[in-house]
C-alpha cells in the first residue's frame, strides 16, 4: 500500500491549491480516504474525508466552504481542492486511507488512529 501525496507549496493569502494523493498497492475504491495537516508541536488534525464510494464528504469547521474533496477512482487519485487560503492553513497535509467499516462514519473519519495508511505529507505555506 502506498499512497503518494503531492501539489503543496507556498502562495498567498486568498490563492487556491490542488493537493493530490495518488494510491497504489490496494484497491481504491474499497477504501475511505482522508486528509489531516500538522504543524510543529501539534496535533494532527482532520482536514476532511470522502466515505470509499465518495457518497458522504466530511470537512473541518476550519476549511468547510473552502475545501472540496473528491476523488478519481480511474486514476486512483484522492484530490484535495482548497480555495482562499489563510495563512493559518500554514502545515503538512497528509493524506491516508482506511478500509474500517464505521458506524458513525461522520464520527469516525476525523480520528487520526482511524485511518491505517498514510502519505508522506506535502507542505502548504500560506503567506499574508
Known amino acids: 500500500v502506498q499512497l503518494q501525496a503531492s501539489g503543496g507549496g507556498l502562495v498567498q493569502a486568498g490563492d487556491s491549491l490542488r493537493l493530490s494523493c495518488a494510491a497504489s498497492?490496494?484497491?481504491?475504491?474499497?477504501?475511505?480516504m482522508g486528509w489531516f495537516r500538522q504543524t510543529p508541536g501539534n496535533e494532527r488534525e482532520f482536514v476532511a474525508a470522502s466515505t470509499r464510494d465518495s457518497y458522504a464528504t466530511y470537512y473541518a469547521d476550519s476549511v468547510k466552504g473552502r475545501s472540496t474533496i473528491s476523488r478519481d477512482y480511474a486514476k486512483n487519485t484522492g484530490i484535495l481542492q482548497m480555495d482562499s487560503l489563510k495563512p493559518e492553513d500554514t502545515a503538512i497535509y497528509y493524506c491516508?486511507?482506511?478500509?474500517?467499516?464505521?458506524?458513525?462514519?461522520?464520527?469516525?473519519?476525523?480520528?487520526?488512529?482511524?485511518?491505517?495508511?498514510w502519505g508522506q505529507g506535502t507542505l502548504v505555506t500560506v503567506s499574508s
Open positions: 498497492g490496494f484497491t481504491f475504491s474499497r477504501y475511505h
Open positions: 491516508a486511507a482506511t478500509n474500517k467499516a464505521f458506524s458513525a462514519p461522520q464520527l469516525g473519519v476525523r480520528a487520526p488512529e482511524s485511518f491505517a495508511y
